[in-house]
């Protein structure tokens, strides 16, 4: 995977006095919030290290204006490489995805990278089969691929091999640009698509096809599983405690 500039959260707080000491060698340190776990500014640039000890969030609380908190891209990146790119639903039918490289543009500094996306995901156990620690090669350009430094763009484009067009989406939103509609990439276009891939393969023996969204993910058992010891292993190394999103938005069902 290429990243123009190194990824939000504890991966860009580098320093030009980083090394590659142990992270657990109790030299005292001012970096007191070095490999926590961050979760993203809402409508702004930047991260917050997580503080809250649960790891719950109110959809009450939302709807009344709270900020929905959102994981850093460092915290995802380090959680493919423990559990994959594909997620709980395609976890039914692959194994694990896991990336191979990670190439950064321009902010890096090898040292903290590997120390982010490697070292603090030491700790972790045996994983349930197939799931395992993924090692990330690290590289970066020899120059600067001229990233300028700035806000991100508000849009996002997505297309995949067998689309006909590219869907440009409004980031703030999650809806297409152009007519305001729910995005191809949305929860419930992916569990529509999940489905009917679950039912051209039900006569393998899969079992009945879970009509809610929230149940086709906790189905997934072992990546459920894998999941778990990750988020206790870093919450054991008083790295924070992962936030998830309410569980309401997950609790839909799929119509036909």
Same mark, same amino acid.
């Given at each position: 995977?290429? /990243?123009?500039?190194?990824?939000?959260?504890?991966?860009?707080?580098? %320093?030009?006095?980083? /090394?590659?000491?142990?992270?657990?060698?109790?030299? +005292? &340190?001012?970096? =007191?919030?070095? &490999?926590?776990?961050?979760? =993203? /500014?809402?409508?702004?640039?930047?991260?917050?290290?997580?503080?809250?000890?649960?790891?719950?969030?109110?959809?009450?609380?939302? $709807?009344?204006?709270?900020? $929905?908190?959102?994981?850093?891209?460092?915290?995802? /990146?380090?959680?493919?490489?423990?559990?994959?790119?594909?997620? %709980?639903?395609?976890?039914?039918?692959?194994?694990?995805?896991?990336?191979?490289?990670?190439?950064?543009?321009?902010?890096?500094?090898?040292?903290?990278?590997?120390?982010?996306?490697?070292?603090? !995901?030491?700790?972790?156990? &045996?994983? +349930?089969? +197939?799931?395992?620690?993924?090692?990330?090669? $690290? &590289?970066?350009? %020899?120059?600067?691929?001229?990233?300028?430094?700035?806000? %991100?763009?508000?849009?996002?484009?997505?297309?995949?091999?067998?689309?006909?067009?590219?869907?440009?989406?409004?980031? #703030?939103?999650?809806?297409?640009?152009?007519?305001?509609?729910?995005?191809?990439?949305? =929860?419930?276009?992916?569990? #529509?698509?999940?489905?009917? $891939?679950?039912?051209? !393969?039900?006569?393998?023996?899969?079992?009945?096809? +879970?009509?809610?969204?929230?149940?086709?993910?906790?189905?997934?058992?072992?990546?459920?599983? #894998? =999941?778990?010891?990750?988020?206790?292993?870093?919450?054991?190394?008083?790295?924070?405690?992962?936030?998830?999103?309410?569980?309401?938005?997950?609790?839909?069902?799929?119509?036909?």
């Amino acid at each position: 995977m290429y /990243i123009s500039t190194s990824p939000c959260g504890d991966a860009r707080l580098n %320093s030009p006095y980083e /090394i590659t000491a142990d992270l657990h060698s109790g030299r +005292p &340190s001012v970096k =007191k919030f070095h &490999s926590h776990l961050r979760t =993203k /500014i809402e409508s702004g640039e930047g991260t917050l290290p997580v503080r809250s000890r649960t790891d719950a969030q109110a959809w009450d609380g939302v $709807l009344q204006g709270e900020q $929905l908190v959102t994981m850093s891209c460092t915290d995802k /990146i380090s959680r493919w490489s423990v559990l994959g790119v594909q997620g %709980s639903l395609l976890a039914h039918f692959v194994e694990p995805v896991y990336l191979h490289s990670l190439t950064v543009g321009s902010a890096r500094h090898p040292g903290h990278l590997f120390r982010v996306l490697a070292r603090r !995901l030491e700790p972790l156990g &045996s994983l +349930p089969p +197939p799931y395992r620690r993924n090692q990330l090669l $690290l &590289s970066g350009l %020899s120059q600067s691929d001229g990233h300028q430094p700035g806000k %991100s763009p508000c849009f996002s484009v997505n297309w995949t091999a067998g689309d006909g067009q590219m869907e440009v989406v409004n980031a #703030a939103t999650g809806k297409r640009k152009d007519s305001g509609t729910a995005s191809r990439l949305c =929860k419930r276009a992916l569990f #529509a698509r999940w489905a009917r $891939l679950h039912r051209k !393969l039900s006569a393998s023996g899969r079992g009945d096809e +879970p009509l809610v969204y929230c149940e086709a993910k906790l189905a997934a058992r072992p990546y459920q599983t #894998a =999941k778990r010891q990750l988020f206790a292993s870093l919450r054991d190394a008083g790295l924070g405690t992962w936030v998830k999103k309410p569980p309401e938005q997950d609790q839909f069902p799929l119509t036909a």
